[in-house]
């Protein structure tokens, strides 16, 4: 069975989004609706661990029972407001791919992989992503793009990249994730798929246990990544195609 298709997270994965995208915006949404806090950044990496904004905003009121409790269609329309002033961030260029991003995407189309996202984020920021970086058609290059509430259950239930495979038509064996987070690692491996780690700031140190390597970045040539885990720990790498196709085919085996 041949390697077949990447299937990338988002935040974190894709782009660095969270502290000074996702946070700020967040923080702005706040303000706008009166709300006495804000999130710094020790606070809104704790939450990380709660997947889903709108999911991540109710924990952090339950945590906090002191202070002025929205309802949920409050929260939705904070989580509105706040993804407005994340998509006018990220139009005005502020943030770009991780190393090796556009690399990698570039050589997986030009060795006939097929494309993918699985994320919990909602399409209005992935689609402002996607073009702010990588340009107006995208969208276009990914087969399926899976986000937001398409499906019942977030990270790190594996419903998200359920969705994915099927609307790929392929079976997980065939496919690897490349991720940031415990949640999002917990969330592929549920769905049976190998998966490639790139961790963050946010999510140095979390569990990755059964990650088939973890990556500070993808790496570019002239700034190579470090194997954090898995073989060939302490080695610099820059991912490629070839790379990780010797990295999957460790899973035939075992």
Same mark, same amino acid.
């Given at each position: ?6 299937? @990338?997270? !988002? ?17 702005? &949404? ?6 006495? @806090? ?5 606070? +809104?990496?704790?939450? /990380?661990?709660?997947?889903? =904004? ?5 924990? +952090? ?15 939705? &329309? ?7 002033? +994340? ?14 991003? &556009? ?13 993918? %996202? ?10 402002? /992503? ?11 290059? @990914?087969?399926?793009? =899976?986000? #937001? ?10 419903? %998200?990249?359920?969705? $994915?495979?099927?609307?790929? =038509? ?22 049976? /798929? ?7 700031? +946010? ?6 246990? #059964?990650?088939?390597? !973890?990556?500070?970045? /993808? ?7 470090? $194997?954090?885990? #898995? ?5 610099? $790498? !820059?991912?490629? %195609? ?13």
């Amino acid at each position: 069975m041949p390697l077949r298709a990447l299937i @990338f997270d !988002v935040d974190g994965t894709l782009a660095d989004t969270e502290r000074d995208a996702h946070r700020v915006a967040f923080n702005r &949404a706040f303000a706008a609706a009166g709300l006495p @806090f804000s999130w710094d950044v020790p606070t +809104y990496g704790h939450y /990380l661990k709660v997947t889903g =904004g709108k999911e991540r905003l109710r924990a +952090y009121l339950n945590a906090h029972p002191h202070l002025p409790q929205s309802s949920d269609a409050d929260i939705v &329309a904070i989580h509105r407001q706040k993804t407005d002033h +994340y998509v006018e961030m990220i139009n005005a260029g502020l943030l770009p791919l991780r190393p090796g991003v &556009a690399r990698l995407l570039d050589a997986a189309q030009a060795h006939g992989l097929l494309l993918a %996202i699985a994320t919990t984020t909602t399409p209005a920021n992935v689609e402002a /992503l996607l073009r702010s970086t990588l340009g107006v058609e995208a969208a276009q290059r @990914f087969h399926t793009i =899976g986000a #937001g509430d398409i499906v019942p259950r977030k990270k790190p239930a594996p419903d %998200i990249y359920a969705y $994915v495979l099927r609307e790929m =038509g392929l079976p997980a064996t065939e496919c690897l994730a490349i991720e940031d987070s415990a949640n999002g690692l917990r969330s592929a491996q549920g769905a049976g /798929l190998a998966t490639i780690v790139t961790q963050t700031e +946010y999510t140095a140190g979390q569990d990755f246990s #059964g990650a088939l390597r !973890v990556l500070d970045h /993808l790496g570019e040539v002239a700034a190579p990544a470090h $194997v954090l885990q #898995g073989n060939g720990s302490g080695e610099e $790498v !820059v991912v490629d %195609i070839p790379g990780l196709h010797r990295w999957w085919e460790e899973t035939q085996h075992t």
